[in-house]
């Protein structure tokens, strides 16, 4: 080959490097300006480079606050505003929008643990009226027991504040201590206890012997991930002891996840249908019982109140429509839609709804949308009046099952 053509074509390779290049830079510029200056782009190439007329001045108002803002605002501040505006603005209290850090405290609520003293409670007319407490915990340590008042918590009166104002009170860093006023039945005192990290028990279970009659009790807190081993396993323990009969306790179990709610359903029943879901971007499918029935026929009663939410209403609908159970207690939440949990690449999520779940005869348990519904009613009403220290639905379960008037 010559030197001329040699030239040649060594200027042709330089040349159409440049292009690339120059296409790339092109690209870029544009794709940099359609971002943030959408009305410089040449209209032939706007709908390429350019989002919707949404983002261009979504992009642009963030941009002037964060210039011309007379103080200097801290990184991520603006964009973590805009995001839950964008989800207030929804009106869907079930829909939440998680900033970093607050993605970070969600995840360690699903782990089942928090810090604290070891206790659950209700509401009551004058603070927090304990329910039950933790095996080991630090109130069992200063003596609390079921059916004691929290009326004070380090001299802060807990009247008229709800259960989350009253509860933050009690909970606190691991370590320090806690003063509670009590009352009991009149009589107070007053304990204090070292707040320490409590492992919430995902599953309790226990054996009643209720006029001749086993009974196995198990009572689920949520449906965490791996929860549906533990309710087999509690289910298999009683099984063996020679439970006749059974009571599941949902009773303040606001929800989890949908495949756990699913293996647990599927520990009563031995097949068929538990909850279809539909949604926009959802496709409509049928969740059915999976696996080997751990109790498919024994007689089996749900305990439920107004605690019970979404993954409890999906178990306990499927359980009342498939006449495997009696559903005893107060009416569930109503809560007929499920959100998915989507990570955002600043560290956060949204926690958003994405569709509605129906029972196996197509009831949907919320109200019109994302509002609060009717829920289930159970088949046996027993209400649980805030002072009184008896369960009052456990033991109108423990009657039924055990064919006793009443037991106490």
Known sequence: MSSRRI??????????????????????????????????????????????????FVNQALDVIDDSYYRKLPPGELANA?????VKKLGDRFSTYFTPAEYAKFKQSQASSFTGIGVTVDRSKRGLVIRSVYKGSPAQAVGIEV???????????????????SSQLVKGPAGTKVRLKLVHDGKQRTVVATRRAINVPVVDSTMK??????????????????????VYAA?????????????????NNGGGLVDEAKLIASAFLAEGPIVTMRGRNVPTHTLEATGDAVVPKAPLVVLTNGGSASASELVAGAL?????????????????????????????????????????????????GVSQGAGLKPDLLVKQPREATEDLALRAALAKLGGCASVK
């Open 235 to 251: 289910l298999i323990k009683l099984k063996k002891k020679g439970a006749q009969a059974y009571v599941f306790d949902l009773r």
């Open 320 to 368: 009342q429509d498939r006449g495997r159970a009696t559903l005893v207690g107060e009416k569930t939440f109503g809560k007929g839609v499920f959100q998915q949990v989507i990570e955002l690449s600043n560290g956060g999520a949204l926690d958003i709804t994405a569709g509605q779940y129906f029972t196996p005869n197509g009831r949907n348990l919320g109200g019109k």
């Open 7 to 56: 030239v040649i074509s060594l200027l042709v390779v330089v040349l159409a490097a440049g292009a690339v290049v120059a296409v790339i830079l092109a690209l870029t510029i544009g794709v940099w300006i359609g971002g943030r200056h959408g009305d410089l782009v040449p209209a032939p190439f706007r709908g390429a480079l350019v989002g919707n007329s949404d983002e261009i």
């Open 147 to 165: 059916g004691d008042q929290i009326v004070e918590a380090n001299g802060h009166s807990l009247n008229g504040l709800t259960t989350e104002q």
């Open 82 to 86: 805009a995001i839950a505006g964008a």
């Open 209 to 230: 012997n209720v006029c001749g009659t086993k009974i196995g009790v198990v009572a689920l807190s949520s449906f965490t991930s791996g929860a549906h081993s533990e």
